[in-house]
């Protein structure tokens, strides 16, 4: 049995939520939030709300921020990581580069580039070991861009 806090003793403690003891009108023996909705009412209403188009909407819109903050971006990368480790994750990525191959032109020469630079077996033949460095941009300015083959090759997700 939960502790029964009142709401002036959750009030003083900095909490959100209250304990009564006392069933809601809808009979859910639970917390209420310090506005004094019961906690399993309001989930209910908020699924419910955000089964309509507004409430798809508004949800949306607060996935498309929190995307772009660092937790977001940070949640992103880890879970499509996870995704595109699994056997439908690969298919898919599978799937989507031929697609795009075929209609993405300068994405087709970007992703040869690539190859020609990831894939140790192409530059075998020029006996370059894959712990060498590969300019991948000539230039006296920036001579500082260099990639490491090995570096390119671990950091390579697909399957070849
Ligand atoms: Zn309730």
């Known amino acids: 049995m939960q502790k029964i806090i009142t709401k002036q003793e959750a009030l003083t403690k900095g909490l959100k939520r209250?304990?009564?003891?006392?069933?809601?009108?809808?009979?859910?023996?639970?917390?209420?939030?310090?506005?004094?909705?019961?906690?399993?009412?309001?989930?209910?209403?908020?699924?419910?709300y955000y089964k309509t188009p507004k409430g798809k909407k508004t949800r949306a819109v607060f996935f498309n921020n929190f995307s772009k903050t660092e937790?977001?971006?940070?949640?992103?990368?880890?879970?499509?990581?996870?995704?595109?480790?699994?056997?439908?994750?690969?298919?898919?990525?599978?799937?989507?580069?031929?697609?795009?191959?075929?209609?993405?032109?300068?994405?087709?020469i970007r992703e040869n580039i690539s190859k020609r630079v990831k894939c140790p077996q192409t530059t075998n033949h020029l006996n370059i070991p894959s712990s060498v460095s590969v300019p991948l941009i000539v230039s006296?300015?920036?001579?500082?861009?260099?990639?490491?083959?090995?570096?390119?090759?671990?950091?390579?997700?697909?399957?070849?």
């Not at 069933?23 to 209910?44: M, P, Q, T």
């Not at 880890?78 to 993405?104: C, F, H, L, M």
């Not at 006296?140 to 070849?160: A, G, Q, Y």
Request: charged share 30%; glycine share 6%; aromatic share 12%.
């Open 71 to 108: 937790k977001g971006k940070a949640l992103n990368r880890k879970s499509s990581n996870e995704y595109y480790s699994t056997r439908k994750g690969k298919d898919y990525k599978k799937n989507y580069q031929r697609k795009r191959r075929s209609i993405d032109i300068p994405y087709k």
């Open 18 to 48: 209250y304990f009564t003891g006392i069933k809601c009108k809808y009979g859910h023996l639970s917390e209420r939030y310090i506005n004094g909705s019961c906690i399993v009412c309001d989930s209910i209403k908020s699924a419910r």
């Open 140 to 160: 006296p300015v920036n001579s500082k861009l260099l990639v490491h083959t090995s570096t390119l090759c671990s950091s390579n997700v697909f399957d070849h």
